[in-house]
């Protein structure tokens, strides 16, 4: 199982990113899937979580309505639509599910 991040960079408040973690190994619909980020100097928090199967979604507090996780079944790809972003969501950001984790994609925003 591979789990392979993309999509992170720098941006302006406000700004908009979409990442990716492409699955290879596993049928990611099949699965619960989870993004989670980490700052300097914190632990990792919890992002969004989907189960495709049950179509439960789940966000932080801290990005609900700004956030969107997603799954494209026809590419085996988890997906983060993260808009109107703020300083604070500066983090590496790291997909997961079935035991493996992705190696992470870092985000930063700044003006």
Known sequence: ???VESGGGLVQPGGSL???CAASGITLSRYYM?????APGKERE?????????GSINYADSV???????????KNTLYLQMNSL??????VYYCYGA???G????VTVSS
């Open 34 to 38: 989870r993004w989670y980020r980490q």
């Open 1 to 3: 199982v591979q789990l």
């Open 18 to 20: 979409r990442l990716s």
């Open 103 to 106: 190696q992470g994609t870092q």
């Open 46 to 54: 919890l992002v969004a979580t989907i189960a495709e199967v049950s």
């Open 99 to 101: 035991g493996t984790w």
């Open 64 to 74: 609900k309505g700004r956030f969107t996780i997603s799954v494209d079944e026809t």
């Open 86 to 91: 703020k300083p604070e969501d500066t983090a």
